[in-house]
Each structure stands twice: as structure tokens, then as C-alpha cells.
């Protein structure tokens, strides 16, 4: 026996894990536990109940020394205990231990002790004490007999994937360990397995991973001798499972139950401090039956022990889950959430035990609503009058303001309008019909927008084209025109073309009609074509219809307040940005300035031109912008109301840089595919404050949802594909029925970009799910460039990638 007062004895393999994190002495690294004591309790009968059972065992006596110079402590066991006990008035036993002397099973034994002994009758004989085991126990992470389990650990552990599956869900910066608990209850007593199994799926679903791994509890009394001993033998092990989306829930329930019978085989091998304690943990926490001692009923109430650090553990037993997490590394948000998931996913794995893991629900109607209310933004817009007729009204609401300038160039409404008039009447004479489509190269310009209405005008759709274009794209993009509206010098830098043609330079209007033509186009006809880059190759042609953009330009002009405002427009009209300020613009009675490249790449011209003609509202790209900003003159590029950025993701340092410079405009963030008209989702930097500028949220009449592999909406924080549905939804590619078909899908186009909710209902956007990339807000497949180069008699296969440098 070991049972002298003064004499050191070594910690266990479990006491050094437990010590080795904030030295064993954070509060959290307690057991404890509470009892109800049913019937007539005698409180001195119960100490003295209490002093026996002390006396009997060690390690209730026991404390812990570091001599100096030491790293880890000995324990010294002591005559008198410092055992805190407490009876309530509403009878509650509560025990209290550091979990260097306890752990879950030792409390259960401690009670049933406390009862026997309160009942009178004889304890057992012999005890353990939990010293002696400790030296048993060192013999076997060290002896010779045991080679062929480290053997098995040493393998097991190398193979672990132990990158923590939580990194996309943890706030910033981990801090003092935390604990809290989030509790459900459980309808019925469900097996371990289960349990765990659909511990394991939550994990795989929430995190896109298909290899989890969570430290389970072992409790380390494999051998009977060791059943009713007290003192700290639980063990973390790690579980690490292949959770493949197709494989039946039962049959990852039976690959659960099998590891759990294989390491239970081995956990008496299993030294703690070999690996990090996991992140993620699992414990079968059933609390035991209420016992009868005397005339004393116990029940226990409540029973815990923390020996390791963990960040998110389930205590799951029978009709109770406590969901413990580290409130500094998770919010109680999160896992309110996540313990919600559980419980409809643990309902339908017990009631369909057959369904594919991927496919076993997690949100709850209440979520399903959330989401759905999030897409609540039907709101009235002109919905059945095509862009051109609104810019008319426009017109003779407000025809002496000016509508366009460009350089010292400018046209009023009246004299945009008229010009338009009487190009539009001359390609009427051509023979174009709704979608028609006619090509318009021309530089950016004052015609550049009269040419444009004046095709919508004549009942077609422009397809914008530029000069600069490679030959083939620029040959793909004619063929399909039937007329082409240009000037005499791009014209000589473009391929043949067959059909009509109209020289700009040349044109003489003064002999068409300057009236608005009788409207041709309805809301459903295309208004203009946008070649998007195809992975094929090919680029591909996205049809744009009147309504699609009617209901775009409405809300962007209800999200600017203010009359007349000076809108500028920087980028070219073949990519769609540039159109949140031409069409709000032209809608409001508003100035839209059409700002030359050359001007638009250097800051100084730009501030200078800005000096003399004031911008309201500046839609731009991030890295457009960033580039601007590097040089003397940048605070003069900066617009008086609104910024807005769009087609690459918007940066805090970005932002901070902005706002240094005492800008007083509001940010926006605006994001949106072409196939979605321009821009679908929308953020104003003043209404959020998190670590990563989100998306925002959808435009009028427009829904979003974040959907994973099987196209099940996934839950707020985790990641999936984007997909936009509602009144911005094109035609989709134009001649391309099979590709149309495979992006747009029951109303919905498929975004390939990855996206997640935010419990604000921002959504957040987290990179592309295939490998288009933008350079310069330019949107380029690398399977393009890639299709292309291989095409090359001398090039078997290529591959490109996009360098930041
Ligand atoms: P485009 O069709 O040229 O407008 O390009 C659309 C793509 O650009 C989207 O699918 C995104 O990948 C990216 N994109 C557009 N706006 C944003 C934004 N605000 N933040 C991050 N990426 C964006
Ligand atoms: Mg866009």
C-alpha cells in the first residue's frame, strides 16, 4: 500500500495531459457532480458517510507538488481531505473534485460509496489505491509485452488528419479556455453508435470534409480490477471515419460500432501525450439509475468532468445532449445551431437508417422559414415596359437636364433622345426585329450611348463588341448580327461583315424622323448580349432581356436616393458592370458621364476631370480602384454619394484606405454574374462591422440559395454553391440549349461560385468552386486558355494557372 504521507508519487499518463494544459489549474479541469437525495436525509450521518469513503481512498487525499525546477508536479497524499462537499437545502448533493483526482466514472463509483456507507452496510474489501495503478499503468506505455499496441498507436496517430475541422466557424483569435453548454433533450434511449455516427456526419456535413476525426471517451477500466476504482482514467481516443456521402447511415453506424470495439481493445495502450488533445470531442455520458440506499433515494442529477481542452464536445447519453463548447474559440449561436442540426439529423437517421449520410437532413422547418424570409424582397418595378420606353418618359419629364457627357461633350435628354430617334429608325429600315441582335463598336462616347438606346429603339439587342477583341472572338460575335452600328476607323480593325452596316462618322440624321418609333420590344425580348468566357474555348453568349434589367436599374436607383445625381461610368460596355450607373442614370434624370479608358487609368486626369465635373456615384472594380488610389492625386477620383464595387471581392484594407483619405460617400459591395443581370446581391458597408466584407444580401425580386452537392440547402455558416433565382435570371446562352440547361436549373442559375449564410443572413462569398478566376474584373475560364493551347499540333495537354504577381 501506498499510503505514507510525505512520499511523491508520479502522475499518470492522463494527470500529465490533464497538467500539461494551463498547468492542470484552470477552473473548467473539474468533476463534478449532483444528487438528489429523496426521504429523511441526516446530514451527520451523511459526513460521516462521506469521511469514510475519504479515508478509504487515496487520491480523495491527494494534492499535487512541483518542486522547483520541475515540470510536472507529484502527488502527496495527505491524512485529511480537501474534498469540498455541500448539501442544499433543496437536498441536493454536490461533489466537487479537480479532474487530476476524478473522472465521470469515478464520481459514479464515489456516490455509490457515499450511499452504501450512509446505508451502513459493509464496503467491499481490498481498494486500489489510484498510486499503485499509476505505476501498473506506466508499465504498460513502456514494457515490453505492450510493443505491439504502441506499435498500433504510433500507426493510427500518423494517419490521423488532425487539421482542426472547425477553422471556418471559430471567431478570431483563441482565448482562455471557456467552457459552456448548450442542452436538448432526446425523445429515446439511442446506442452509443448512433450517437456517434451522427456526431461523425454533422461534422463531415458542416465542414465539406468527407475524413473526420473527434476524441471519444474511453474510460479506461478495461480490466474488472480497475471498475470500481477512483482517480482520473478516462482517455480521449481518436476516432477518425471515412463518412462517404452515398454510404447508408446504418453502414456508417456499424463502421462506428466496430472501431469503438477495435480501440477499446486498445486504450489501455493509448499514451495521451502523444498527440494534441482534438478539437472536436464525443462522450457516452448516460447518467447512472437512481439507487436506494436506506431510506435514502439517490439521483443523479448532473455529472461532468473536463480533462482536456476541447473546442466542441457531445455529451450524449440517455434523453439528455450537452453540446460543451469553448466560448472563446465558438459562439453560443453557433452551437445552439449546430445542436439543432443534430437533433434532425439523429430524428431521420433513426427513422430511415438507410438514407445516404449526404442526404439526411439537418435545418429544421424554423430555418428552412429563415431562409425563406431572407428572400422575401418582392417589390414594385415596371415590369411590363422595356428599358428604352422608360428612358422616353425620362425624357419628357426632364428634356433640357443633361443625360450624357463625355469630355467636354454633352447631350440633353431631348438631344439623346432625338438622336437616338433618328438612328433607330434608320436601322428599323434594315429589317432587325426583337432579338435581332446588332453588334456596336464604337469608343466610349456620347454616340457610344445615343447608339445604343437607338438599337433598343429600333426593337433589337446590342452586343457590345471591342476592337481589340482577338480576331475569332470578334468573328463569333458578328456572326450572329444582323446589322452592325460602328464608326469608319474601328471598322477597318474588324473582320468582314456581311450584313448592314452604319458608319457613325458618316451618319447624317437630319433626315430621319426625331420621334420616339412605335415600340417593337417587349419586356421579354433580349436588350443586349454578353460574351462571358467558356471553359470550352469558346466564349459563350448571354441573352440579357428588357425586364431583367428594368428590374435591376429600378432598385439601384431606389438604393441611391437623391435627384439628378452625376453617375460615372469606367469600365468597357462588353462586361455588365459598367451598367449599374448607364441605366439608373438615364432612368433618374441623372447625368451619366462616360469616362474614356485613358481617363479612367490615370488618377490624375481622372481627379482633374472630377474637379471640373463633380461624380455622385462610382461603380468600380476593387483592383481599378486599388490601383488608382496608389498615386498623388487620389482622393480626388473618390465620388461625392456612392461607391460601389463590384466583380472581385471587396477588402477591409481596401475600405480603410478609402476612409482614410475622409471620404464621405458610402461604400457598397455588389456582386453578380452576367447570367444573373449585373449585380444580385448587395451590401452598404455602414450596415456591418465583421471580419470579412460579406456580399450582402439579394436585390428586389431576387432569391439566393446556398445548396450543396445534392442541391439541399445547407445551413447558415457552412459553405455551398451559389445559386440566384428571380427576376434577374437571363435567357441564358444564346444557340447553347445543352449548356443553358446544365447552369440553369428549375429557375435557378447555378452560380459555380462558393458562398455562405451568415446568421445576419449576409452572405459571404468564399471563392469559385471550379477555376474561372478574374483578372482585373475580368471574368476568364483557365479551361479557355487551357482548350485553346491544346489545340496546338505540338501541345498534348495544358495547364493554366492565375499568379498574383
Ligand atoms: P461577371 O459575370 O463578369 O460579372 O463575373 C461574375 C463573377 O465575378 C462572380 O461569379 C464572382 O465570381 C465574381 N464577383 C462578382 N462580384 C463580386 C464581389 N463583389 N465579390 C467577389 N466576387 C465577385
Ligand atoms: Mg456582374
Known sequence: MSSSTNAGFRLSAQQERNWSQEGGEAPAFRAECEVLLD?????????????????????????????????LPFQVIQEEASLTWELSEMQVLRLGLPVLCADRRTLQNLIAEIGLAYAGETQPGDVLQYADIVEWQQELLTGEDTKVGRDYWRDAIRKLDVTSVLIAFELAGEGEFAPEVVTRGVETAVPVEVLLACWLALLSRLTGRSTVVAGCEFDGRKFQELEDALGLFAKFLPVQCDVQPGMPFSALAERVRSVLAELHGWQEIFDPGQMRPLPVQFEYAELPAAQQYGDLKFTVLRLEACAERFALKLSAGAKRLDFHFDASRLSRDTVERWAGHYQV???????????????????????????????????????????????????????????VRCGEISLTYRELNERANRLAHHLRAFGVRPDSLVALCVDRSVEMIAGLLAILKAGAAFVPVNSDN?????????????????????????????GPSVFLDRFDGHSQNASNPLPLAQPDSLMYVIFTSGSTGVP??????????????????????????????????????????????LLSGGCLHVIPLD?????????????????????IVPSHLSALLETEERRGILPRKHLITGGES???????????LGASCEIWNHYGPTETTVGSLMLRLRDFSGPVIPIGRPIANTQVHIL??????????????????????????????????????????????????????????????????????????????????????????????ARAD
Not at 460521516?48 to 481512498?57: F, K, L, T, W
Not at 433513426?350 to 425563406?372: G, I, K, M, N, Y
Not at 471587396?650 to 482614410?660: D, H, K, N, S, Y
Request: net charge positive.
Open 39 to 71: 426521504g429523511p436525509a441526516d446530514t451527520s450521518r451523511l459526513r460521516r458517510a462521506i469521511q469514510g469513503v475519504v479515508a478509504r481512498h487515496e487520491i480523495l487525499r491527494t494534492v499535487f507538488q512541483r518542486q522547483p525546477g520541475l515540470k
Open 345 to 403: 439529423l439523429l430524428a431521420a437517421a433513426l427513422a430511415h437508417p438507410e438514407t445516404p449520410v449526404a442526404s439526411l437532413p439537418l435545418l429544421s422547418d424554423d430555418e428552412r422559414q429563415q431562409f425563406a424570409l431572407w428572400n422575401q424582397n418582392a417589390a414594385d418595378y415596371p415590369r411590363d415596359r422595356c428599358l428604352h420606353e422608360l428612358f422616353e418618359q425620362q425624357a419628357v419629364l426632364t428634356p433640357e437636364l443633361p443625360a
Open 470 to 498: 482577338p480576331k475569332s472572338r470578334l468573328a463569333q460575335q458578328l456572326s450572329g448580327a444582323a446589322a452592325l452600328v460602328t464608326d469608319s476607323k474601328l471598322a477597318a480593325l474588324l473582320p468582314e461583315f456581311s
Open 540 to 585: 459563350k453568349p448571354v441573352g440579357i432581356r428588357h425586364r431583367n434589367l428594368v428590374n435591376y436599374a429600378w432598385f439601384i436607383k431606389s438604393r441611391l436616393p437623391g435627384e439628378h445625381l452625376h453617375f460615372a461610368t469606367v469600365s468597357t460596355l462588353s462586361a455588365d458592370l459598367g451598367n449599374t450607373c448607364i441605366y439608373p442614370s
Open 599 to 619: 481617363v479612367a487609368s490615370d488618377s490624375s486626369r481622372f481627379a482633374a476631370y472630377q474637379k471640373q465635373h463633380p461624380i455622385d456615384v462610382l461603380k
Open 650 to 660: 471587396l477588402t477591409w484594407p481596401l475600405v480603410q484606405r478609402i476612409r482614410q
Open 708 to 801: 450543396d452537392s445534392l442541391r439541399q440547402p445547407v445551413p447558415i455558416g457552412v459553405t455551398g454553391e451559389l445559386y440566384i433565382a428571380g427576376d434577374g435570371v437571363t435567357a441564358g446562352y444564346l444557340g447553347q440549349p445543352a449548356l443553358t440547361a446544365e447552369r440553369f436549373l428549375d429557375g435557378m442559375y447555378r452560380t459555380g461560385d462558393l458562398a455562405r449564410f451568415l446568421p445576419d443572413g449576409n452572405v459571404e462569398f468564399l471563392g469559385r468552386a471550379d477555376d474561372q478566376v478574374k483578372i482585373r474584373g475580368f471574368r476568364i475560364e483557365l479551361g479557355e486558355i487551357e482548350a485553346v493551347l491544346a489545340r496546338h499540333p505540338s501541345v498534348r495537354q495544358a495547364v493554366v494557372i
